[in-house]
């Protein structure tokens, strides 16, 4: 839905149960909205599942697994999974990457440490993974030797940097 040269898109947040949620993309979709932003909540629903049940109802809506942490998530599976999206329709897709919330990381055993580090390296990661070419990388968080996509993503990868709290 666009607005004065603006466009419009509805954020989830995992809360609410996912046919709902399903149900009230498809209807935001059928008014114009163009982007879908899907927030992974630790104890909440699964931002990529819940992206794919999007994209499946509407294969040409922009969508963003949002708050993707580099704590909980490592750089080859997140990559499989958004090229996974993107073979589900034409428009792009994006990742909101974001080190979460520590309280709710340090439920899962994680603590939030060098976080522009850390998110730096995942975004690097991702997108070196999109090309399809082999990734050598030995970073702090992440070490790649030869990981790769073994098939080329149809759509660009948007990816978005999402900040809270202190460095």
């Not at 149960?17 to 909440?44: D, F, I, K, P, Q």
């Not at 963003?64 to 897709?93: K, N």
């Not at 998110?119 to 992440?142: D, Q």
């Amino acid at each position: 839905m666009k607005s004065q040269g603006t466009t419009i898109g509805i954020s989830f947040d995992g809360f609410a149960n996912t046919r709902c949620a399903l149900e009230t993309a498809h209807a935001a979709v059928a008014a114009g909205v163009h982007n879908l932003w899907v927030a992974e909540h630790m104890g909440y629903r699964e931002a990529f599942v819940t992206s794919m049940g999007f994209r499946m109802n509407d294969p040409d809506v922009f969508v963003v697994p949002t708050a993707i942490s580099p704590y909980l998530w490592q750089p080859s599976p997140t990559a499989m999974a958004l090229a996974t999206l993107t073979e589900v329709g034409d428009a792009p897709v994006g990742v909101a990457i974001a080190t979460g919330n520590p309280m709710f990381l340090r439920e899962s055993g994680k603590d939030v440490v060098k976080p522009i580090r850390a998110v730096g390296e995942f975004a690097a990661s991702l997108r070196a993974l999109w090309t399809g070419n082999a990734v050598h990388r030995e970073g702090e968080f992440f070490q790649l030797a030869g990981a790769r996509l073994a098939f080329l993503p149809p759509q660009s990868l948007v990816i978005y940097i999402a900040a809270i709290g202190p460095q």
